[in-house]
């Protein structure tokens, strides 16, 4: 709350002019007076609303900044399904193809071994042949 104060300031005319002469003295102004207080209440006005813009704007800031990160995580989300949605289709054609290969085999010519036999490279001896 701004409270003045209103002063009488007399004028130089008035000073010199006895109460009775009869002539008229000028009017008297009224001056406006600003005390202290009202100065250190701008000021503390003046602060808190530049607090109250600060937050205003880091707020706006963080909500952007909330909002882009969303975005990016929905994006990321949908490439994500799409490359599952590949995995799984590879998938399907691995076990496709992995359930033709026997005949494949067959039709080629080739015979299944009774026995499995295999060689271990690092010193060349055959394992699996008694």
Known sequence: MNVHALAVSPSPASQ?????????????????????????SLKAIFICA???????????????????????KTQLEAQYQSLNQEISDMKVAIDKKNA????????????????????NLSNGQVVGLK
Do not use: C, D, H, Y
Not at 19 to 31: A, F, H, N, T
């Open 50 to 72: 530049t607090i109250f813009i600060a937050t205003i704007l880091s707020t706006l800031v963080i909500n952007i900044t909330l909002a882009s990160i969303a975005f990016q």
């Open 100 to 119: 033709a290969l026997p005949k494949t085999a067959t039709n080629l010519g080739m015979n299944q071994p009774e026995k499995l036999v295999s060689m």
């Open 16 to 40: 010199n002019i006895s109460l009775g002469s009869g002539l008229r003295s000028k009017p008297q102004k009224l001056v406006l007076v600003n005390n202290e207080k009202e100065r250190f």
